[in-house]
């Protein structure tokens, strides 16, 4: 690939919603690099879910399947690597990459954000199997088993009434803290179980399957899985760096184009949204599809540089 005048875009980032981006990019002839460091936020499951024909598959294999698709288009091109950093550079934008500077007209970040699980002992081992964060991804796979949701505020009711005509009971660990009284009611609705102790741990096994919980004071719980609410923050360094619009998600703030405050620069995937959402939606489907919005929306940027075409607002 003659590079000597830059890529249209770089994708910064190998994940559902860099590797979409990429194959847009491609299939409309354009020049495009994807940087890709490893490291996954699906990494510690097995399968991903919520899919279309893609249901149960491995992250990994997607990934490799979504490779091989990118190797037909003769303007993509696949590095291994990190970048570091991402600055202006005249017109366009120049990232240093761990073999050198790489110049771009745009950059598409899709770096994606790291989960941080509450402090439990044995909780990261069980997640993305028997703990996980989200109910659409994984609740399907606890059906029939009593199923634990960990916390007492936010969106512990919530949570319950997904799981309810799932699980064959709903079980709320608030870890020695008072349900808030709008849980409490909706708690009281769904006729869920509530734990009050303390949790001193999680492991494996169990009459389900799944979770064994222990508590500070009482019998111990075996559950099919267990939901529990993480936090998290950006994965790489760019938006704060880029000086990027945030929301009060920590995630950067995107239209449906995906285009960010900085003009040139777009994201897509887990961190980012738009301000409708109160955070990302947080599925390999929805990363996807973020990531070919705002690949489209690279492609108008380009062609109203080139030739006039008017941006969509």
């Known amino acids: 690939m003659d590079t000597d005048n830059g890529y249209d875009v770089v994708v910064v980032g190998g994940g559902p919603a860099g590797l979409q981006a990429a194959l847009t990019l491609g299939r409309m002839h354009r020049r495009v690099l994807l940087l890709d460091a490893g490291g996954y936020r699906n990494d510690p499951t097995d399968h991903l879910h919520n899919f279309l024909t893609h249901d149960g598959r491995p992250p990994a294999?997607?990934?490799r399947l979504a490779r091989a698709e990118l190797a037909a288009y003769a303007t993509v091109e696949v590095r291994d690597e990190r970048a570091h950093s991402v600055v202006p550079d005249g017109p366009g934008w120049s990232l240093a990459t761990d073999r050198g500077p790489v110049r771009t007209r745009m950059v598409l970040l899709a770096t994606g954000v790291r989960d941080t699980l509450p402090d439990k002992p044995g909780l990261a081992d069980l997640f993305g199997g028997a703990a996980a964060h989200c109910p659409?991804?994984?609740?399907?796979?606890?059906?029939?088993?009593?199923?634990?949701?960990?916390?007492?505020?936010?969106?512990?009711g919530r949570l319950a009434a997904m799981l309810a005509p799932i699980s064959s009971e709903v079980v709320v660990l608030?870890?020695?803290?008072?349900?808030?009284?709008?849980?409490?009611?909706?708690?009281?609705?769904?006729?869920?179980?509530?734990?009050?102790?303390?949790?001193?741990?999680f492991r494996a096994g169990g009459a389900h399957d799944g979770a064994v919980v222990s508590f500070a004071g009482g019998p111990e719980l075996e559950l099919g899985g267990v939901l529990v609410a993480t936090t998290f923050a950006q994965s790489a360094p760019f938006a704060e760096d880029l000086g990027l619009a945030l929301l009060p998600s920590g995630c950067v703030q995107v239209d449906a184009f995906g285009r960010t405050s900085q003009r040139g620069v777009h994201a897509a995937g887990d961190l980012a949204h738009v301000p409708e959402l109160p955070m990302p939606m947080s599925s390999v489907l929805a990363a996807a599809a973020a990531g070919q919005a705002a690949a489209t929306g690279c492609v108008a940027e380009l062609l109203a540089l080139d030739v006039g075409v008017p941006v969509p607002a």
């Open 136 to 156: 659409f991804c994984h609740g399907h796979e606890y059906a029939g088993r009593p199923v634990g949701v960990l916390g007492s505020h936010g969106h512990v």
């Open 174 to 201: 608030t870890d020695g803290d008072a349900v808030d009284d709008d849980n409490a009611a909706q708690l009281a609705r769904l006729g869920a179980s509530v734990r009050s102790e303390v949790v001193t741990g």
């Open 61 to 63: 294999e997607l990934r």
